[in-house]
């Protein structure tokens, strides 16, 4: 059974860091396509970052491009969002998700396992 934990959120002020990590259990997740995920109040579930399992393929949202970066240790199973120059319309959950596939894509109905989410909030 697939297993995907997010943890690493908290609230941190505009400016500030944090860095998000994704422990992914229950399967052999090379060929999948791991992807962060954030949902403001009121608002629909958005595209944050995507990562190949193999390889060095990243996808930025355009929000989040030059600020946020993605990255894996396959040793531990775990992904991490790097979070850096965060501002106050960051506050979301941020949610993890894998995707069976080998290409990158950033429909959140294309995602086949997903965590629970873990709350990030930045104050101006």
């Known amino acids: 059974q697939v297993q995907l934990v997010e943890s690493g959120g908290g609230l941190v002020q505009a400016g500030g860091s944090l860095r998000l990590s994704c422990a992914a259990s229950?399967?052999?997740?090379?060929?999948?396509?791991m992807g962060w995920f954030r949902q403001a109040p009121g608002k629909e579930r958005e595209f944050v970052a995507a990562?190949?399992?193999?390889?060095?393929?990243?996808y930025y949202a355009d929000s989040v491009k030059g600020r946020f970066t993605i990255s894996r240790d396959n040793a531990k199973n775990t992904v991490y969002l790097q979070m850096n120059s965060l501002k106050p319309e960051d506050t979301a959950v941020y949610y993890c998700?894998?995707?069976?596939?080998?290409?990158?894509?950033?429909?959140?109905?294309?995602?086949?396992?997903w965590g629970q989410g873990t709350q990030v909030s930045v104050s101006s």
């Open positions: 229950g399967r052999t997740f090379s060929g999948y396509v």
């Open positions: 998700a894998a995707d069976r596939t080998v290409v990158i894509v950033t429909r959140v109905s294309a995602y086949d396992y």
């Open positions: 990562i190949r399992w193999t390889g060095m393929d990243t």
